[in-house]
C-alpha cells in the first residue's frame, strides 16, 4: 500500500537551515547537509528546500547546498524559492533536485507551470501554496499570498482552493498546502484549508503549516485527507524525531514506511 | 582489471546524476552520455526516464539513441531501465502515439481512475522471482515511486515484482540480460544503493 509520508521542511538562508514564526522572525537551526543526513537517517521520506535568502547571489549558494545534500542523501528533494524560468528549474533539477516548487512566478505567469511541466513532466512541477485564512461569515475561504519569503506577504485576488485546481489542470504534478495562519504555531494545520483542496483536486496533497506534534500530522493525513505531512519546528528542535513521527501514525493504524533502523 | 564501465544514456529525460550518484555510491563508475558508439563500448548500460512517453522517444529518435540501445540490449551485456526506463521498453502506450522500442510485448496503461495521479511515494514490492541484483532485499520493502502509467507485459514470467495501486501491476521486470524497474532505486535510500550495489557487482562478475 502506498504510504503516507513525513517530509522535514528546511527553511535555507544564505546557506543555514533558519525556523521563523508565522514566516518572520528567523532563527538559526543548522547546517543544511548534515540536518538532511540526520532526517534520512531517521527516516524521512522526501525532504523539502525552500530558499529564502534575498541577495543577489543566492542561486548560486542554493545550488550548491542542493548538489551537496545529493551526493549523500539517495532520497527525493524538492527545492523552491525564487525560481521564475524554466531554466532556473533546470539549474536546480541538474544540481540534483528531484522536484521543484513554485509559488509568486506561477500566480503571475500560469503557463509556467505547463512549461515545466512539459520539459521535465508533471512529476517534477510542485505548486507551493501559501493561502491565508479570509475573516468573514459564511463558508471559509482562503486567499492565496505570494512574495512570502520575507513577511506575511502580498494578498492576490486568488480564491486558495480554485487556484490549487487550477494549477493540477496546468500540469502541476502535487501541491504544498501552507497555512500562513498556522505556520509556526504548533497548532495544528488547518485541516479544513486541506480538507477543501484535498477534495478538488486528485495530485497528491502535502499538507504544511503549524505541525506541532504527531497527532497533528495524524490529523492531516485522516480528516484533512493529505497524502503527505511536512513539518520543520518539530523536527529542527529535536521535539520530535522523524522516526517518532512515523511510529505514531503507524501505531494509529496508518500504512508508513518503516524507519531504516526500526 | 580496470573497473567495467557502465554508461547511463541521457536524452535530457530525468534525472541522470543521481543515478550516476547512486552507482557511484555502489562502487561502480559511470559515465553519463549521449553518444551511440560510447554506449556500445560500454560494459553495461543503464536506461532512465521521467516525463512523457511520447517526448522522451522522440529525443531518442532525434538523437539516433534508438537503435543502440536495442542493439545493447540483444548484445547479452547487463541492463538496467529505470522508471520511464521500463515502460520505453514496450510496443505502445495510452499515453500517447508514438511506439515505443518494442523489446518487450505489451503496453504502457493509465493507473486506474480514482487514485491520485501522479502515484507518488513510497510503496511496497512484493518479489515473485529471484534475481542476483534484488539479492537480500525482503519482500515487500518499500522503495519510491512517481508515475502516472505502468508497464502491461504480454509476458507474465518476465514479472519479478509487483505493487499494489488501485490494481496490481507490475513494478519490477527480468529476463535474460534485461532488469527493468518502475520505481526509483536512487531516490529509495539504502534499500535503492542496495540495488546499485549489486548491479555493479554483476556488471563485475560478467
Redesign the interface.
Known sequence: MLTKRVIPCLDVKAGRVVKGVRFLDHRDAGDPVEMAALYNRQGADELVFYDITASADRRGIMLDVVSRVAEQVFIPLTVGGGLRTVADMQQMLQAGADKVSINTAAVEDPDLISRGADHFGNQCIVLGLDAMRISSDGPPRWEVRVRTGRDSGDRTSLDAVEWAARAAELGAGEVVVNSMDSDGTLDGYDLELLRAISESVTIPVVASGGAGNPQHMFEAVTEGQADAALAASIFHYSTYTVGEAKDFLADHGLPVRPSPRS | MAASKIAIVDYQA??V??VQ??IE?GGGRAEITGDPDSIDRADALVFPG???CD?SMRQLISRNLVEPIKRFIASGRPFLGVCLGLQLLLEDSEEGSEPGLGVLSGRVRRLPAGM?????????VRLQIEHPVLAGIPDGS?F?????YYADPEDKSVVLGTT??GLDFCSAAAWDNVLAVQF?P?????L??RIYRQFVELVDRS
Open positions: 530525468g534525472n546524476r543521481s550518484k547512486a555510491a521521467q516525463g512523457a517526448s491520485r495521479v501522479p502515484h507518488m511515494g513510497w510503496n511496497e518499500y519510491y515511486f512517481v508515475h502516472s499494489s495501486y526509483h536512487e531516490k529509495s535510500g539504502d535503492g544503493l
